[in-house]
C-alpha cells in the first residue's frame, strides 16, 4: 500500500484501542473496517467520555445500516455532544481538505481529500464546465470529459485581472518559452553535452515536439545564449508575439473559436497561425485565427501525426 493507506491503518488501529466495543466488532468480522473508521473518526479527547456512554449503540447501528448510513447518524451524536450545530465537525472536515499533484512516470496524478462542502463545489463546477465544452457526438468516457473541464477550470483561473474584465473579450495569460543553448555544447570535446539540449516544461518534464509548436502559436520566446555555467552572451528580441492591437482585430474578426460548430468565446481561445510560424508563417491577420484550446490541441496534434506518416 502507498503511504496514505498505511498511514490511514495505523491511525485506525490507534484510535480502536480507545473504543473497546468498536475494535471488539470489528474483530469478530460484525463491522467492515469502513463503519469502524466512520466511529474512529469521530473520537477525541473532548468527546471520550460521552461518546464511550453510546459506543456500544453506535455499533448496534453499525451492524445493521450501510458506512453512509453510520456516518449520518454518528454525525448527529457528536453535534449533539459538542452542543455547536455541527460547527467542530465542519472545521475538523475543513483541517483535513488536501490536495496533492505529483509526477509518476510520465504522468501527472491529481489527488484530492475534501469536506462535503469543498467536495460538492468541486463536483458542480467540474460538472458545469464539462457540459459547457460538450459538443454533439462526444463519445468519450464521463471520467475524460471531467479531467479537461478540470484543467479547463484552472487554465482559465490563470487570466490576468480576471475580476475586472470580461471573460468574452479578454485575453488569458500568454505561456513563456526560453530557448537556452550553451555555447560549450558545440565543444567537440565534450560530445556528450550535446545530449542534454533538451526544452524542458517548468515543472513536469520535457515537452513533446507537438505540445512546443501549439505553446509557440502564440508566446513570448526569447532567445538566450549562454557561455558556460549561465554567462549570458545574447537574448534575442521577442517574436510570434501577437500584440494587443492585432488580438483585437483577430477577435472582432473571428469573435469566437473558428474550429466547426464552437463557439467558445475569446477569453478562452488561443491566437493559431494558420501556415506554422517555424515554417515561416507571419504573425499578421490573415495568418492567424482563433481556437480554443482543445481545438488548437487537436490541430497541433494532428499536423504531428500527418508529419510522422509523411516522413
Known sequence: MDAGAARAAVNLAKALHRLPATEKAFDAGDISRAHAAVI????TEERAER????EAGLVDVARQTDPKSLRAAVARYTDAIDGDGGANSDEQAYTKNRFHASLVGDRVHVNASLDPEAGEIVSAAVEAMAADLKVD???RRTSQRYAEAFVEICRRSLIVNHNHVSPS???RGQPHLSFVADLNDHDTDHPDLIADIRVEGERYGRLSRATLERLACDCNINRIITDG???VVDVGRTTRNISA????ALVARDRHCTA??????PGWCEGHHVWHWEDGGPTNLDNLTL???AHHRKHHLEHAKARARDG
Open 260 to 265: 466547426p460548430g464552437c463557439t467558445v468565446l
Open 51 to 54: 461518546l464511550a456512554e453510546i
Open 291 to 293: 481556437l480554443c484550446w
Open 40 to 43: 474512529a473518526n469521530a473520537y
Open 169 to 171: 473579450t479578454r485575453r
Open 137 to 139: 457526438g462526444d463519445k
Open 245 to 248: 492591437p492585432l488580438w483585437r
Open 229 to 231: 555555467d549561465g554567462l
